[in-house]
């Protein structure tokens, strides 16, 4: 089936550093969403990108949707402790939405 | 965006017993989903819920494992039956609003299975 490849796997970074991560398809899709959660919570939407070349930001956040529209990536900036989370892409189309495996960042203060 | 409730927030369960959890959503959407989330795993569809039809399963997933009920546009529930440790895992339930069908997540419901 359908797979998003999300890397890191897993980040552990200094407070005040920047964070990249990104994701990638086999198919072509018309969305992007990123989304972190927190422990115990369900998944909570941080950017959505709906058109290919798309770049948005949200605070300290930043997504681009790939020109491709088999990409993105998600950038952090200045991170604090507070970001620690588990960040997912998901893409495809209306209905039809995938989850990547997810990035899990740990920040020390 | 929706807000969205799930009972129960948590259980434990037993081996070869059932549990039905809701989702309670406070405006009507078109669009609701059910997530499994394995420990330490990515979220997976299970299937979409349908108002008023037989909901719609992904792949490795099956009604009668997997019950599912959509009597309105503000309800579903999701019962996991016949349980076995493997079930135990975060049930989430997702409404799809906004201009691609984002996906809104209620706090999902933690089961363990004995």
């Known amino acids: 089936g359908q797979q998003l490849n999300q890397s890191p796997q897993s980040m552990f970074i200094q407070e005040g550093e920047d964070v990249s991560m990104n994701c990638t398809s086999s198919?072509?899709?018309?969305?992007w969403l990123w989304y972190k959660q927190d422990p115990g919570e369900g998944p909570v939407l941080l950017i959505a990108?709906?058109?290919?070349?798309e770049l948005t930001s949200n605070g300290r956040l930043t997504a681009q949707f790939g020109i491709t529209r088999k990409d993105s990536f998600l950038n952090i900036s200045a991170s604090i402790p507070s970001d620690v989370g588990i960040y997912f892409c998901?893409?495809?189309?209306?209905?039809?939405?995938?989850f990547g495996q997810g990035t899990t960042l740990q920040v020390k203060p | 965006s929706a807000v969205i409730s799930q009972k129960p927030s948590r259980d434990i369960c037993q081996r070869g017993t059932s549990l039905t959890i809701q989702c309670q959503v406070d405006?009507?959407?078109?669009?609701m989903f059910w997530y499994r989330q394995q420990p330490g795993q990515s979220l997976t569809l299970i299937a979409t819920?349908?108002?008023?039809?037989?909901?719609?399963?992904e792949s490795g997933f099956v009604i009668d494992k997997f019950p599912i009920s959509r009597p309105n546009l503000t309800f579903s529930t999701l019962t996991v039956s016949n349980m076995s440790p493997e079930d135990s895992s975060i049930y989430l339930c997702?409404?799809?609003?906004?201009?691609?069908?984002?996906?809104?997540f209620g706090e999902g419901s933690r089961l363990t299975v004995l």
């Open positions: 198919s072509i899709f018309n969305t």
């Open positions: 405006s009507q959407v078109t669009m």
């Open positions: 997702s409404v799809g609003q906004g201009a691609a069908g984002e996906l809104f």
């Open positions: 819920a349908n108002q008023g039809s037989e909901a719609t399963y």
């Open positions: 990108l709906y058109k290919a070349g």
């Open positions: 998901v893409s495809g189309n209306t209905g039809k939405l995938i």
